[in-house]
Antibody, heavy 120, light 107 residues
Framework: EVQLLESGGGLVRPGGSLGLSCAAS????????MSWVRQAPGKGLEWVSS????????YYADSVKGRLTISRDISKNTVNLQMNSLRAEDTAVYYC?????????????WGQGTPVIVSS | DIQMTQSPSSLSASVGDRVTITCRAS??????LAWIQQKPGKAPKSLIY???SLQSGVPARFSASGSGTDFTLTISSLQPEDFATYYC?????????FGGGTKVEIK
């Protein structure tokens, strides 16, 4: 059974940093690209970032480019999101999602999400 | 960026009703479209990929069609567990983009 379990969310001050992690299990982690998608309170879904199966290719939404960094650790089966220079508008639930096939595909499995609140 | 526009933004329907949601892309995306269901307070769940293919375990009352710029999601006979918000999402090009969502409520 595919499982994605996010952790690391919490309350952080504007300008601060936070690291999110997503532990993957139930599939061959090194064969799939992974993504982060967020949802601000009461709003829709917003794609944040993706990383290829190999980890060599990364992609970012313009709204987070230069502040958020996606990475993966194949030895631990985790995908991480390092969030720096956080802003109030980064407040959201952050979901980890598996990319179905190749670097560019649908999200076939989703985690339960971890909340990030950026506030002073 | 490719803009995804869903309509309606919300609808009220009864159990047993046939429901159709539309999604329009601002430029052609072939069949690189997914439909996602989200219930209140829950994580999103993938329903459809490649515009018309059901994910494993998705009931057959869900169907979808379209290509290019115009897409539809149909629920043939609405069930109580189908009341949720539905999003379309294109994966033709980065940045990946979602529609604004369609909330399906109980009449």
């Amino acid at each position: 059974e595919v499982q994605l379990l996010e952790s690391g969310g919490g309350l952080v001050r504007p300008g601060g940093s936070l690291g999110l992690s997503c532990a993957a299990s139930g599939f061959t982690f090194s064969s799939y690209a992974m993504s982060w998608v967020r949802q601000a309170p009461g709003k829709g879904l917003e794609w944040v970032s993706s990383i290829s199966a190999s980890g060599y290719n990364t992609y970012y939404a313009d709204s987070v480019k230069g502040r958020l960094t996606i990475s993966r650790d194949i030895s631990k089966n985790t995908v991480n999101l390092q969030m720096n220079s956080l802003r109030a508008e980064d407040t959201a639930v952050y979901y980890c999602a598996r990319v179905g096939y190749g670097d560019l595909s649908d999200f076939d499995y989703w985690g339960q999400g971890t909340p990030v609140i950026v506030s002073s | 960026d490719i803009q995804m526009t869903q309509s309606p933004s919300s609808l009220s329907a009864s159990v047993g009703d046939r429901v159709t949601i539309t999604c329009r892309a601002s430029q052609g995306i072939s069949e690189f479209l997914a439909w996602i269901q989200q219930k209140p307070g829950k994580a999103p769940k993938s329903l459809i990929y490649a515009a018309s293919s059901l994910q494993s375990g998705v009931p057959a009352r869900f169907s979808a069609s379209g290509s290019g710029t115009d897409f539809t999601l149909t629920i043939s006979s609405l069930q109580p567990e189908d009341f949720a918000t539905y999003y379309c999402q294109q994966y033709n090009t980065y940045p990946l983009t979602f529609g604004g969502g369609t909330k399906v409520e109980i009449k």
